[in-house]
């Protein structure tokens, strides 16, 4: 009889719950293969949900070793594993996922060879499925696991939300253009940086200079820019796109007057965005 399906449309999110391990039994493993339970950086998770249409909250029930020669290409300092994991709640994917998944996983081995305790650890796994291989997970990085937290789940279920709606910002891919206009007064102005994105999707930034006021920025995701919009909050997924996307220094081929005074202010404007952004903080 067919193991039964865990049936859940792309973008539904369930309630989450202990399952059969929790942060108290859950082993730890080291960073380089897994986000870790506490102090995770939201772009760190933020960078594998964007780019996994799979994620699962999981915990593992076996992990056996791959022989050699079954694991070409893999360096002597990892270990090829196939593991076995029950899921506990299904995170993000359409068409649902099977009570019990399996994927390969290259395990870092310790200063003596050793393996890392991998059975009860509660995970999220983040991935695809395999076309034509009911319960089998392709992890989107070698690395794509995040260590189960109360801290990490919320993280994880939150940039999910906001990952799957239809207007969810995108990758920004570079600056298309940018200029600086003065006021009719002195010390008010304004600046407009316009920036590529993954999608096409329009995305410009704007830099309100007055006098006697303190500047201000905002981000418009409209063909026209939107004079109600500000600046995203810290730790959203807009947030992180600009955040983790904007190149750090304004190209000044694509500043309307490169050599004039009016580029120079542009480009201040710009540095003003980036540091109320401030960094992006990933780890990894």
Not at 147 to 166: H, M, Y
């Amino acid at each position: 009889m067919k193991a039964a399906r865990l049936s859940i449309g792309i973008a539904a999110l369930l309630l989450g719950f202990d399952g059969m391990a929790s942060a108290q039994t859950s082993p730890a493993l080291p960073p380089a293969l897994a986000i870790q339970p506490e102090g995770a950086a939201y772009a760190d998770i933020a960078d594998l949900v964007v780019i996994s249409p799979l994620i699962v909250d999981a915990t593992i029930r076996s992990a056996r070793k791959i022989a050699p020669e079954q694991a070409v290409g893999v360096p002597a300092t990892l270990q090829r594993m196939l593991v076995e994991a029950d899921v506990t709640a299904l995170i993000r994917g359409q068409g649902g996922i099977t009570p019990r998944v399996r994927f390969l996983l290259d395990v870092p081995k310790d200063a003596k060879g050793k393996l890392p305790k991998l059975k009860k650890a509660r995970l999220f796994l983040l991935g695809s499925t395999v076309a034509g291989r009911p319960g089998e997970i392709r992890l989107s990085r070698p690395n794509a696991l995040v260590q189960w937290s109360a801290a990490n789940d919320a993280l994880v279920r939150s940039i999910t939300q906001e990952a799957v709606q239809i207007d969810a910002p995108p990758a920004i891919t570079g600056i298309a253009s940018g200029f600086y206009s003065a006021g009719t007064v002195i010390g008010e102005g304004e600046t407009q940086i316009f920036l590529r994105t993954a999608n096409d999707q329009p995305m410009s930034l704007s830099v309100l200079s007055r006098p006697g006021q303190e500047k201000r920025w905002a981000i418009s995701t409209a063909e026209v820019i939107d004079e109600s919009a500000t600046a995203p909050a810290k730790f959203t997924l807009l947030w992180y796109r600009l955040a983790c996307g904007l190149p750090r220094v304004l190209p000044s081929e694509r500043v309307e007057g490169a050599e004039s005074d009016t580029a120079a202010r542009a480009q201040a404007d710009y540095k003003f965005v980036l540091d109320s952004l401030g960094p992006c903080g990933r780890k990894r």
